[in-house]
Each structure stands twice: as structure tokens, then as C-alpha cells.
């Protein structure tokens, strides 16, 4: 495993690779890995033939208030979760190196899928996200990324970016890896007090309670939803709901009913703070499934 810190570099290390018909898997982070990103990065070792891992903390994605400098991270543990994971390529480049000079061409995805959830709380940030997802796409030049969809409005604004600008990558998203008491695996998970941490697990609970109720119905109203979420995840004293919200996916439409056998997805997403700390999690419903009777 070698890590690479220019982009000239790895354009050269992957040119090589691509010589001797290699595919390349992507798996792009900010570092501090936990499983989630482990278990990208070994997917991707079972599809490609050179993996590629990017650890860049991206300062266009966070808002004036948000945890740019408190972001953790710890480069000599995640060099080790990588090498054991089988990646080949760490890509470790500088705000400098990606952003030399002032970022003038930014990449913004308009339409629903941007306007909801956390864009609401965090404007601005999926334009960071999309920007710098495509620089990396065009330095690496991945035949596929790998996106785990713990953070599923991320992973649709992508896939709409890709489609939208016919990018020759296929977006791969994973399933989100838990801890055994059904909290989402996150960076964030760190800054939680025991207090916290302990009362966390009402999202999980919040949304497999409302995935149950939904799957019960021949119809269910998004208001019986959110209301199911609210009252849940108000029994943690320390939780401060940012929102629970119940949309179509991925176009994130808002619907008044949802009917599980007329085929629409349905994504049940939360974003709750402890504290500063500020987790999300959902859970996307299938359509054309019946309803448990």
C-alpha cells in the first residue's frame, strides 16, 4: 500500500495500473474510518482490481459554525484500517494540493433532492460535496465509487451528478453498517457523552418502529410518520430534533400517503443533536412490496 499525496502522482501510479487493464474501485472519506468505511473498502476489493482510498477533510462542505477544525482525525489509524482492508492507494492530499488557488467553478445540483433534509440546516453544503466528489472523480477516474447510504441524500445528490453530467462512474451505495445497539457507525459518534451515546439509539429505534407501523398498512399518511418519529425519539431527554421527515427517493418529493405496492421508495430520515453533536440516520422502504398483514 502506498500513500500518495499529489495529484500528479496518483494520476501516474493509476495511468500505470490501468496499462495492465486494471479497474479501479473508489472509496472516498474524511478520515477517522470506523467499520462503515471498512466495509466500503472491502466491497470494493472483491469488485476491482486497484482500490483506491481518499482521506481529505473538505473545508467547502462545512458552514461558517459547523466542526471544520474539530473534525477528528487520526492519519496513523486510519493508514492501518486501510492497509488491513486491502486498499493499495491512500490518497492524503493537502487543502492546498486540491484547492490551490480561490475555487471560482463550483458543481451545484439543483431540484428537490437539494433543497430538503439537510440542506435546509446546512445550505451550501452539498455544493462542497458535489464539487470536491468531482474533482476526485476526475483525478482518480474510478470505475466505481463506493458511497455508504447512512448518508443517502449524499449518495442521491451524486448519482444525480453523475447522470446529470454522464460521468463514466458507477456509484455504488452500501448498506449502513450499525453498532450492535443499532446506532448508525459514525465519525461524529465520538464527541457523544455516555449520556449521549446511551440515549442515541432512539434513532434506530425511531426508524425501525416507523418501518414496522409502515409496512403494516395498505396506506400509511406521511403526518402518522413524522408523529410516530417526534414521540419516539422525545423520550431521550438530551435529543433536540433538527428533522424527521418522510420523503419519496430518490427524488425526495413530499407525498401525502404512501402506498407500499405502488412502487415508490420512501426514505425515513432523521437528524438529531446531542449536545453539539449532530447525528442522522434513515431507512429507505422498498415499493412494490406487500404489506404485512
Excluded at 167 to 172: F, G, L, R, S
Amino acid at each position: 500500500m502506498e500513500i500518495i499525496e499529489t495529484i500528479a502522482e496518483l494520476r501516474k501510479r493509476l495511468g500505470a495500473r490501468r496499462g495492465q487493464g486494471h479497474t479501479v474501485g473508489f472509496v472516498p472519506t474524511m478520515g477517522y474510518l470506523h467499520e462503515g468505511h471498512r466495509s466500503l473498502m472491502e466491497r470494493a476489493r472483491t469488485e476491482n482490481d486497484t482500490v483506491v482510498l481518499s482521506i481529505f477533510v473538505n473545508p467547502l462542505q462545512f458552514g461558517p459554525n459547523e466542526d471544520f477544525d474539530r473534525y477528528p482525525r487520526d492519519k496513523e489509524r486510519d493508514v492501518a484500517v486501510a492497509e488491513q482492508a486491502g486498499v493499495d492507494f491512500i490518497f492524503m492530499p493537502t487543502v492546498s494540493e486540491m484547492y490551490p488557488q480561490p475555487v471560482n467553478a463550483r458543481v451545484t445540483v439543483t431540484g428537490d433532492v437539494t433543497t430538503k433534509l439537510d440542506a435546509v440546516s446546512r445550505p451550501g453544503h452539498f455544493d462542497g460535496v458535489a464539487t470536491v466528489v468531482s474533482k476526485l472523480f476526475h483525478i482518480v477516474q474510478p470505475d466505481r465509487a463506493y458511497f455508504g447510504m447512512k448518508d443517502a441524500q449524499q449518495v442521491a445528490v451524486i448519482r444525480q451528478m453523475v447522470d446529470d453530467l454522464n460521468m463514466n462512474v458507477t456509484i455504488v451505495p452500501c448498506e449502513t453498517e450499525r453498532e450492535e445497539d443499532g446506532l448508525a457507525k459514525s465519525s461524529r459518534n465520538v464527541y457523544l457523552s455516555p449520556e449521549e451515546r446511551a440515549q442515541a439509539v432512539v434513532l434506530s429505534q425511531a426508524l425501525a418502529k416507523a418501518k414496522k407501523y409502515a409496512l403494516s398498512q395498505s396506506s400509511v399518511t406521511i403526518s402518522e410518520l413524522k408523529s410516530l418519529l417526534v414521540n419516539h425519539i422525545s423520550t431521550a431527554p438530551l435529543a433536540r430534533i433538527d428533522y424527521a421527515e418522510a420523503l419519496t427517493y430518490p427524488g425526495f418529493r413530499e407525498i401525502h400517503t404512501w402506498y407500499p405496492e405502488l412502487g415508490t421508495e420512501l426514505i425515513i430520515a432523521l437528524a438529531v443533536k446531542f449536545g453539539n453533536t449532530r447525528l442522522i440516520d434513515n431507512v429507505i422502504l422498498s415499493g412494490n412490496q406487500p404489506f404485512i398483514r
